[in-house]
T-cell receptor, first 110, second 114 residues
Framework: RKEVEQDPGPFNVPEGATVAFNCTYSNSASQSFFWYRQDCRKEPKLLMSVYSSGNEDGRFTAQLNRASQYISLLIRDSKLSDSATYLCVVLTGGGNKLTFGTGTQLKVEL | NAGVTQTPKFQVLKTGQSMTLQCAQDMNHNSMYWYRQDPGMGLRLIYYSASEGTTDKGEVPNGYNVSRLNKREFSLRLESAAPSQTSVYFC?????????????FGPGTRLTVL
């Protein structure tokens, strides 16, 4: 079983739609959780951290469920510029190493 | 600040050739990392350096060596390249602060081994 699992997609949605991605992780000792965004042929960049209480950043909402070991990302009012691959990322190993999911591809269409 | 820089951006090698990928960061971060990214595999950690003078193996270290030359620079060496090492290589450094944990990536090196 992979340490971090994501649906690879692609998710094709119209502009303005709401879309949600889920991610599961296998290591119950994982400490911190993140969503990174990666544009085609570019480096990953931090989108947002995920906190136990849930957190929001504009149109983006992240949730963490430690009991079920899953993380979610909700994007409201999708824009064309949201088209990218979204990586679920978990911090383990004494706080030194990130484990990346394979990513979920989002395509927002007119 | 330039952030994390990597050279070269592209490289083609023949099987058995050697090369060194260079990485530097100007953010005064202690920790630096080398990853490879392959289709369907996600980012996999090759080696990391928690601080100047230390290095540790990651998930896929075989066929690679690293040097943490100083706090700024962390290089990755392929001694005898193999086609299985065709990949995109990312260097990263980490900022840890009271407000969280952020890993910054370089633009990547696209390596093809023939």
């Amino acid at each position: 079983r992979k340490e971090v699992e994501q649906d690879p997609g692609p998710f094709n949605v119209p502009e303005g739609a709401t879309v949600a991605f889920n991610c599961t992780y296998s290591n119950s000792a994982s400490q911190s959780f993140f969503w990174y965004r990666q544009d085609c042929r570019k480096e990953p960049k931090l989108l947002m951290s995920v906190y136990s209480s849930g957190n929001e950043d504009g149109r983006f909402t992240a949730q963490l469920n430690r009991a079920s070991q899953y993380i979610s990302l909700l994007i409201r009012d999708s824009k064309l510029s949201d088209s990218a691959t979204y990586l679920c990322v978990v911090l383990t190993g004494g706080g030194n190493k990130l484990t990346f999911g394979t990513g979920t591809q989002l395509k927002v269409e007119l | 600040n330039a952030g994390v820089t990597q050279t070269p951006k592209f490289q083609v090698l023949k099987t058995g050739q050697s090369m060194t990928l260079q990485c530097a960061q100007d953010m005064n971060h202690n920790s630096m990392y080398w990853y490879r990214q392959d289709p369907g595999m996600g980012l996999r950690l090759i080696y990391y350096s928690a601080s100047e003078g230390t290095t540790d193996k990651g998930e896929v270290p075989n066929g690679y060596n690293v040097s943490r030359l100083n706090k700024r620079e962390f290089s990755l060496r392929l001694e005898s390249a193999a086609p299985s090492q065709t990949s995109v290589y990312f260097c990263a450094s980490t900022e840890t602060s009271g407000s969280g944990y952020t890993q910054y990536f370089g633009p990547g090196t696209r390596l093809t081994v023939l």
